[in-house]
Each structure stands twice: as structure tokens, then as C-alpha cells.
């Protein structure tokens, strides 16, 4: 493949001709994810220096050397055996099913898999992509740290492994020595903040545009996570929710809702909150921040417009509980969902 053209490259800095490369080594499992595994290789690979070389060398391996089973309809033959993770400056696994599901389900680690972990040297970096993490949880690597993976097995991750702490709504986490990405196209954002970290935005903007994806999405940004709202029930502060949702272009105030359900407004309150978990305001935020990411995505409506049919008012007061919630503001939402420059 041809080197893609550089506008500006004076920012990329030069490689010491007596310096090793750095050595990341991807760690493939039985049951990896084609996609992820090729992320790591992809984006490293396009990580060069004024004279553009590489600036980092990827080695794949397995176990053993041979073939790999993965997610899809085909193997992969992988030159490397796991003795090669004794080399590594940065480790990074990628998720392997049903492998993970596996650990999840309490099994330990196979003694082989184990045992090659063992052979990663001290003063490496650690890389676990989506539920990669799995595979460092169970090897005690990720210990008292705070980690991210998928948002759907998020939970599952904390409740396996107490003693790390998880945050299941950003896209990366960097923890020093040890990060941890959400799903799939996280793991994107992952390895060009790691490029940013170690060689400047001059080098991570360049890979990016060799690669064709956006050079910098923040770690901070929520996951775009689906949580379906349960139907209200017919009974206690059920049908206030319902009449509720068919009403949030509307200014709706507690003494409104608790009169709906013909409580009081302090049983109401407390009715609430134990059949939601939340105080009727931040559900009904909560509420109208779906709202707007539902019209965002799937209508042209002009924001300020958004704003009113969510129930906001106006475009800055959504802005600011749209940032609070997930991290970016209303366009670059529409933006990651409709692909259009607004």
C-alpha cells in the first residue's frame, strides 16, 4: 500500500535512527473479533515520523503460532507464539468470544493463557479493547484501577471483579499504564490517544487521516448507550409518567404530576422514587434528553426546534443537559448519527 500523501508533515517528530522502535504486541485469542484485532495494527501502522517511517512496530501472536479461530466464517494464521509478549512495550488484547463469556461466567484462566500473561514484562503497558478487559481482570492486572469496556457488559465486569472500578459510560480510559476502550470504534479513539500521548497531535492527526476516521474523540464522551424506558404501570405514579411522556414539549412542574396521580406532592415524590430510583426531576430530564437524541438523530428539525419539542425551551439550555449527559454538544451529536455538517 502507498503511503497517502502529506499536506504538512514539519510537526511529525524525527525517529533516532539508534533508538528500537517501540514494540506493541496484540495478543489474539481463540474466538477474537477480526475488526478489533486489526484496529491496534492499522492505526500504529500509520503512526510515522518526518521521514516517514514507522514509529512503532506491531507483532501479532497467539498461544501458539498457527491458527486462530475468530468471531467470522474463517481462521487467522498467526506467525507468533505467546513467547514473544516477553518483548512487548505495550500489550494489547482485543475481545475474543465466547471466550470472554466464559470469564464472566466466574471460570478462571486457562493455565496456558495464564501463564503466557506471566511472561509480560513489568514496565509494559497494558491495552484491553471493549471486553478485553476481562482477560486483565482475571489475571489481577487491573487491580484497584478504574477501567471501561462495552456498555453491555459493563456491569457483569464489576460484579465479577470487585476489586477494579467501572465506568461504563465513556469510550477510553487511561489509567497510566494500563487503558481500557468501549466498544469498537472506541477502540479507534483508544490507540490515537495513545499515538497523541506519545508522539503529539501532529503524528495521531496524520495517522488518522491515512486511516480515514476522526482524529480525536475525547475519552470523556459517553457511550451511546440504548436504555429502554420501562412502560409505566397502571398503578401508584405509573400513569403521571405516562401522561407525562405524552406531554414533555410542556412546562410540567411536580405539583402538576403529583396532582396527575392524585398524591400529594410529598408521597408522590417518595412513590417515585422508589418505583424509578429517581427523583421526578432528573427523570423527567432524563426523559427529554432522550427525546432530543431520538429527533437528532432521526429528523432534520433545526436545533432550536429540538429544543422546543424535547420540552428545553432553548437550544442553550439543551446544549448544556445534552453535554452533561453524554458529553457532546447537539451537533456533533447529529453529526455522529447523520454524518451531515450542521
Known sequence: MSVPAVPCHTDLPALDPNRA?????????DGVIPFDLGIPNRLFGAALDDGLQPLYEVVTCGLQAGPVRTTED???????????LATADTVVVPPAYPFVDELAGGAPLPPELAAALALIPAGARKVALCTGAYVFAAAGFL??????????RAERLGEQFPALRVDPTVLYIDDGDVLTSAGVAAAIDLCLHIIRSDHGSGVANFAARACVVPPSREG?????????????????????RAWALERLHE???????????????????????????Q??????TGQRVDLARHLLEATDLPIDRVAERAGFGTATSMRQHLRASIGVSPKAYRRTFQGVGV
Do not use: C
Open 220 to 240: 470523556g464522551q459517553a457511550q451511546y448507550i440504548e436504555r429502554p424506558v420501562p412502560a409505566p404501570s397502571a398503578s401508584g405514579t405509573g400513569p403521571a
Open 21 to 29: 522502535r517501540h514494540r506493541i504486541v496484540v495478543l489474539a485469542l
Open 251 to 277: 412546562p410540567l412542574t411536580l405539583p402538576d404530576l403529583a396532582a396527575r396521580a392524585g398524591m400529594s406532592v410529598r408521597t408522590f415524590t417518595r412513590q417515585f422514587r422508589t418505583e424509578t430510583g
Open 74 to 84: 474463517y481462521a487467522l494464521l498467526v506467525e507468533h507464539g505467546a513467547e514473544v
Open 143 to 152: 487491580d484497584g484501577r478504574t477501567v471501561t469496556t462495552h456498555w453491555n
Open 279 to 284: 427523583s421526578p426531576g432528573q427523570w423527567l
